[in-house]
């Protein structure tokens, strides 16, 4: 099954409702193990380096409705719900962040096929010449690791991944992986499948989570989370959209003759940019999107 996790859009929009309605930064309360592990491990690193995201746009409001507008507007289907009508000093107010990359390869690839090593069913793919794309191990990762080139100077690296993983998994995988690289000289080139991915992440993990102000007057609390992930890849290059959405209420409280490498069976891909400690964005990616996206627009 496919998955997908971009935590600096889920912590752009802990950034907008904390600037925008809740009255400045918030130490956010776990309630469960996962929200935690969020916490104690993720929201501060990537909170300080959102400036190093220019693609990153967000809006805080006391209504659903501009929230709802603004996702629409940026091409995503997730909606919140209809905020509840609550009594003073209570009050309801949402958050969304949208993360829109585009990256195309340095020098362009050609179409191909690929043949899925489960089921022999044939796939759209790409194919990058071994000048553009660099092939390592990892201590850390049984199956080989390619590293594609990108005019932006971003990197995009990809390796067979059988192993279910979902949101924080994935990013501790994509991170650990990428810990002890060694080249690898056995490849030349690379073929990947093409990618057109419309997927909703689950996010209900992260509702629940609260947070007392500055002065512990008013509590906060997430009781909406939802995520929608968006992403086209082909021999061009690849485009990620990211959209999070929070809805809450606010109360008083408390040159060799090598064979390419072949993906053809679920990879994990990932993101990284230079002054970044997490990826940019990490999906598990599986058959079901494995399709000629057609154009990188969305």
Known sequence: MTATASLYTVTSVFVAAERDILGGTQAWNPTNKQQERFAETFLDPCRAELAHISELSSIAAL???????????????????????????????????????????????????????????????????????????????????????????????????????????????????????????????LVFPMVDLNHRVDLGWLEGMWALDSEGLFQNEITQALQQTRLKMNHEGVRVKDAVAFGGTMLIGSSRADPPLVINRPFLFWIERRGLSNPLFVARITEECWKDPGSLAM
């Open 63 to 189: 209504s659903e409705r501009p929230i709802n507008a603004f996702l629409q507007k940026k091409g995503f289907d997730i909606r919140l719900r209809a905020f509840p009508k609550l009594v003073p000093p209570e009050r309801a107010w949402g958050a969304a962040s949208v993360l829109d990359v585009l990256l195309q390869w340095k020098k362009k690839g050609t179409t191909t096929t690929v043949t899925a090593q489960k089921g022999k069913r044939e796939f759209p793919a790409a194919y990058i010449s071994d000048k553009e794309v660099e092939i390592f191990t990892s201590q850390k990762h049984p199956n080989p690791i390619a590293c594609l080139f990108t005019k932006t100077g971003d990197k995009v690296l990809m390796t067979v991944c059988e192993d279910q993983l979902e949101h924080l998994d994935l990013v501790a995988r994509a991170k650990e992986i990428s810990l002890r690289k060694l080249p690898n000289f056995s490849y030349r080139g």
